[in-house]
């Protein structure tokens, strides 16, 4: 039985994945325009997918005054995954406090310490990753699918919003009263760590405020590699060889 997600609402793309794989379903959010949609589907239906996030001890305060409120409003707690205290502190012995700045070999040292390393920890033995990931962010996801195979982290991830534009997830969010990060609203489409991320100017594409001194246009930490090959109507035999 295959799994056709095309035409489908974003809660029942959720239950349609959440019934298709056995197994636990980990969330993944930063607080983002396109996690509060996801979060906020997940918990109007209290489906049974594991909601986490990654705290790199770098994000904007505003990013923080959301997680609490979403925690709030919802009545759910987000389970957090912080980098690891001994190589934390190495990084900065060794680097400095802002020595992602001097290459991009130091920024993804960064970026593997305070977020790749810890998403491995949220996703140990799960069966699946749901992520807001969007083909229309950027050129880099432009291939992302509802369903993708992702090799760094060898699991299934599932993008439910990947044919979504930020339109689409704007009037969700406001039909439904989900609260959204005021950073948003002051030309930041794109969240990270703040001293990794800069509004963007009109025109710009979503992700050119991440990580803009390096001028590569990838604009990318490292959690989300090329899409892979699986597709939806794949998914039963992906998902049963996982």
């Known amino acids: 039985m295959s799994v056709d997600l095309a035409g489908l609402s974003l809660v029942e793309r959720l239950k349609a994945l959440r019934e298709s794989l056995?197994?636990?379903?980990?969330?993944?959010?930063s607080f983002g325009l396109e996690d509060q949609a996801i979060t906020h589907?997940?918990?109007?239906?209290?489906?049974d997918i594991k909601l986490a996030t990654l705290d790199t001890?770098?994000?904007?305060?505003?990013?923080?005054d959301l997680w609490a409120e979403t925690e709030g409003l919802y009545g759910l707690r987000i389970e957090v995954h912080s980098p690891d205290r001994t190589?934390?502190?190495?990084?900065v012995a060794r680097d400095g406090i802002n020595g992602f700045r001097r290459s991009v070999e130091l920024r993804k040292a960064c970026c593997g310490t305070r977020k790749v390393r810890p998403l491995a920890r949220a996703l140990a033995g799960a069966?699946?990753?749901?992520?807001?990931?969007r083909a229309e962010q950027s050129a880099f996801r432009s291939g992302t699918g509802f369903v993708i195979w992702d090799e760094a982290y060898a699991i299934i991830k599932l993008a439910p919003l990947a044919d979504w534009s930020r339109d689409a997830v704007t009037r969700y969010v406001e039909a439904n009263g989900v609260p959204v990060n005021p950073?948003?609203?002051?030309?930041?489409?794109?969240?990270?760590?703040?001293?990794?991320?800069r509004a963007v100017q009109p025109g710009e594409p979503e992700r050119a405020g991440r990580w803009w001194w390096e001028l590569e246009g990838k604009q990318e930490c490292g959690?989300?590699?090329?899409?892979?090959?699986?597709?939806?109507?794949?998914?039963?035999?992906?998902?049963s060889e996982s």
């Open 127 to 133: 069966a699946g990753w749901i992520t807001g990931l």
């Open 183 to 197: 950073l948003h609203a002051r030309g930041f489409p794109s969240l990270g760590c703040a001293p990794c991320t």
């Open 22 to 29: 056995v197994g636990r379903l980990v969330f993944t959010t």
């Open 223 to 239: 959690l989300h590699g090329r899409p892979g090959a699986v597709r939806s109507n794949e998914f039963r035999s992906a998902a």
């Open 57 to 64: 001890g770098r994000l904007f305060p505003e990013t923080y």
């Open 41 to 47: 589907a997940i918990a109007a239906t209290g489906l």
């Open 87 to 91: 190589e934390l502190e190495a990084l």
